[in-house]
């Protein structure tokens, strides 16, 4: 089965906070992906990352940055967190469109920011 | 560029009663499309997918969804809604020409006893 975690479920933060969300696949997937999830928003993409080092910006990237440094853990960073930063993350991972299609979700971190 | 609309945020629908969820899509190219389920407090699980072979796919839990062509749509359904399908539900579409899923702002179902 694959497994994609992620370091928290709940995350309660300061204004101005550095806060950093981890998230790890156990599938070998090349690709990893951020999204925020806001009702009747849907989900958005952040950023994703085709490759270890490798990133590319999503629809909503402002605030944000990414690192990729090995294969299996895909990090979402928040500079300085500010309170329209509180949202559902939630990280995926897949393998390149020409295999499988599916993208594997985490269960989510849930970010407070106050 | 690709899109999905969902037609209603919310549909509740009777136990046992046909369960219908909406999904109409705009692509330039032959599109990919999924339907993803997220029970309360999980992340999101493939229910099923097209992706060009037949028309009409079957998912996990009972759950179908036919593409047609001609009307852009890719809706969901079952033939008798369960206490259990109670949850958040998302079509979304890709193209093949990269890695990302568009995803529509979700139905939630609801379930009346």
């Known amino acids: 089965d694959v497994k994609v975690t992620q370091s928290s479920r709940y995350l309660v933060k300061r204004t101005g906070e550095k806060v950093f969300l981890e998230c790890v696949q156990d599938?070998?997937?090349?690709?990893m992906f951020w999204y925020r999830q806001d009702p009747g928003l849907g989900l958005r993409l952040i950023y994703f990352?085709?490759?270890?080092?490798?990133?590319e910006k999503g629809d909503i990237p402002e605030g944000y940055s990414v690192s990729r440094e090995k294969k299996e853990r895909f990090s979402l960073i928040l500079e300085s967190a500010s309170t329209n930063q509180t949202s559902m993350y939630l990280c995926?991972?897949?393998?390149?469109?020409?295999?499988?299609?599916?993208?594997?979700f985490g269960p989510g971190t849930r970010l407070t920011v106050t | 560029a690709q899109s999905v609309t969902q037609l209603g945020s919310h549909v509740s629908v009777s136990e046992g009663a046909l369960v219908l969820l909406r999904c109409n899509y705009s692509?330039?190219?032959?599109?990919?499309l999924f339907w993803y389920v997220q029970y309360p407090n999980q992340g999101l699980q493939l229910l099923l997918k097209?992706?060009?072979?037949?028309?009409l796919v079957k998912g996990i839990n009972g759950f179908e969804a036919e593409f047609k062509k001609s009307e852009t749509s890719f809706h969901l359904t079952k033939p008798s809604a369960h206490m259990s399908d109670a949850a958040e539900y998302f079509c979304?579409?890709?193209?093949?020409?990269?890695?990302?899923?568009?995803f529509g702002k979700g139905t939630r179902l609801h379930i009346l006893p």
């Open positions: 995926a991972s897949s393998l390149p469109w020409d295999t499988t299609y599916e993208q594997y």
């Open positions: 599938m070998d997937h090349e690709n």
């Open positions: 990352s085709y490759d270890v080092k490798m990133k």
């Open positions: 692509s330039s190219v032959p599109p990919y």
């Open positions: 097209y992706t060009s072979a037949a028309t």
């Open positions: 979304a579409v890709t193209s093949n020409r990269d890695d990302k899923i568009i």
